[in-house]
């Protein structure tokens, strides 16, 4: 198998999306396959590719490879979609330091390429980047000027004037004016037309306690908010709510966002949420784990030290990281026992009551929870708070394509892009077997895991 990538390796170095896409067919055989969506998996598999793109698919034996074809034996492996992650934050994190200085197109990539490394097929950006940064952006990869990573999609944010991120994003998005800022519901109407003439898909808006101690004195109040989704909604926009407490949830599902993001962590659910939920059935990204222990803390961490310089490791350890996170030395909290409580109790009610759930990370803001690997710990809490394996899967691949409102990935199915993940263990048994990678491949080229985690573990960014 090494070998028959071998010279393909040379050409993604090259560079091009167009170039490390296989021109000759290829056919996998002897895996499991987990389509992605809810169907049984296929034991015994097996898969033809062709030019980045799935053209066959099977059980072993009905799938007929193709005269010329490659074999690729993956018996006693399991292959799953590569995920697809609605909620990140990308290119000012530098792990030796966090700065809007490192806001590059370069930065930019080393994010996607980490997520990839990991499995990660798509990545959105959400409300972080300037507008007019990442649709150049989101061009040069689509014109294949990077090399293999995982493909940039990003939200426009709107917010009060000098409100919206958390106090750490804020110094990256305050200097670079990324987030539209609105007081009126005029301006956000306004503000969501300008987006929409640039052809942004999705948008993002954010409602916080927080923002009425800030420069905008005021949270985005609903009478701001309703018309910028009603608007946005006319433009065939998709929209993205940050939401953090009981009110502020109900306030944005009633008024119809498509993606209710984060999850009560200091209050529980109550009857009229649940009764607004069934009504309205939101995508929901509770984007969790950056509230988690860190897994540096505690066991095996290899799966995450194999991506972070050795003075990052340690830093998160001892709770130096840019956005406050206790030390592992600490004893938890009284906050953090009551909010894994109402996260045990709230959950499963989002779950039941038909919230959709879809893979956000919020990677970005802490090393201690950064591109790739988060995915790994937030699909596992999923099922630590009672969905299967099975649904974790499709809440992390084939769930987030349709946030994305792209059809092209998360199923392996015919013609679909050959962008998925080979395991050394089956996930449908242990969730924790997503970790067990054996290798990744988007539109159906390998990637070179270990050159991208040479590069990752050396430090970059300046020093402290
Ligand atoms: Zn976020």
């Not at 993956?74 to 697809?84: C, D, Q, R």
């Not at 300008?194 to 985005?220: C, H, P, Q, Y």
């Not at 592992?328 to 779950?351: G, M, T, V």
Request: glycine share 10%; charged share 20%.
């Amino acid at each position: 198998m090494r070998k028959l990538f071998a010279g393909s390796l040379v050409v993604a170095a090259a560079g091009s999306i167009a170039a490390y896409s296989q021109p000759n067919d290829v056919i996998y055989e002897g895996a499991r396959l987990i389509i992605g969506d809810s169907s049984a998996p296929i034991e015994n598999g097996a898969f033809v590719v062709r030019s980045g793109r799935i053209t066959a698919i099977g059980p072993k034996g009905s799938i007929k490879a193709p005269s010329g074809a490659a074999h690729v034996d993956l018996t006693g492996k399991t292959v799953m979609p590569a995920m697809n992650n609605v909620h990140v934050h990308m290119g000012y994190e530098g792990y030796l330091s966090w700065s809007v200085e490192n806001h590059t197109p370069e930065n930019v990539l080393d994010h996607l390429e980490r997520e990839a490394f990991y499995g990660v097929g798509t990545a959105l950006a959400m409300g972080e980047q300037p507008t007019d940064f990442a649709i150049e952006f989101q061009q040069n990869q689509l014109a294949g000027k990077f090399p293999p990573a995982a493909r940039f999609f990003f939200a426009a944010g709107m917010a009060p004037p000098g409100g919206g991120p958390d106090s750490l994003l804020i110094q990256g998005t305050g200097p670079l004016h990324a987030v539209y800022e609105v007081s009126t519901p005029d301006e956000a109407v306004a503000a969501v037309r300008k987006i929409a003439a640039k052809k942004v898909n999705e948008l993002k808006f954010w409602v916080d306690n927080r923002d009425n101690t800030r420069g905008s004195m005021k949270k985005m109040p609903p009478e701001v908010y309703t018309p910028l989704i009603e608007e946005a909604h006319k433009q065939g926009m998709i929209v993205h709510a940050h939401a953090t407490n009981l009110e502020d949830q109900k306030g944005v599902v009633k008024a119809g966002v498509d993606v209710l993001v984060h999850t009560l962590v200091a209050e529980k659910v109550d009857d009229e949420f649940i009764a607004i939920l069934k009504a309205k059935k939101p995508y929901w990204a509770p984007v969790m784990g950056l509230g988690d222990r860190s897994e540096l803390c505690d066991g095996d961490h290899g799966f995450i030290e194999q991506v972070l310089p050795d003075s990052v490791i340690a830093d998160v350890k001892a709770g130096k990281t840019w956005l406050p996170s206790p030390p592992c030395s600490a004893p938890a909290s009284p906050q953090f026992i009551q909010r894994e409580e109402n996260l045990r109790y709230n959950f499963p009610k989002y779950i039941a009551a038909g919230a959709r759930i879809v893979l956000g990370t919020d990677a970005g803001v802490s090393a201690k929870y950064s591109f790739g690997f988060a995915e790994h710990h937030e699909i596992g809490m999923y099922v630590r708070l009672g969905l299967t394996p099975a649904e974790a899967i499709v809440a992390s691949t084939s769930r987030p394509v349709e946030v994305l409102r792209i059809k092209d990935t998360g199923v392996l199915a015919m013609g679909k892009r050959a962008d998925f993940i080979v395991l050394n263990a089956n996930p449908l048994d242990d969730i924790r077997n997503t970790r067990e990678i054996d290798a990744v491949y988007l539109y159906g080229a390998r990637l070179d895991r270990a050159a991208l985690q040479m590069k990752f573990k050396q430090a970059r960014g300046g020093s402290r």
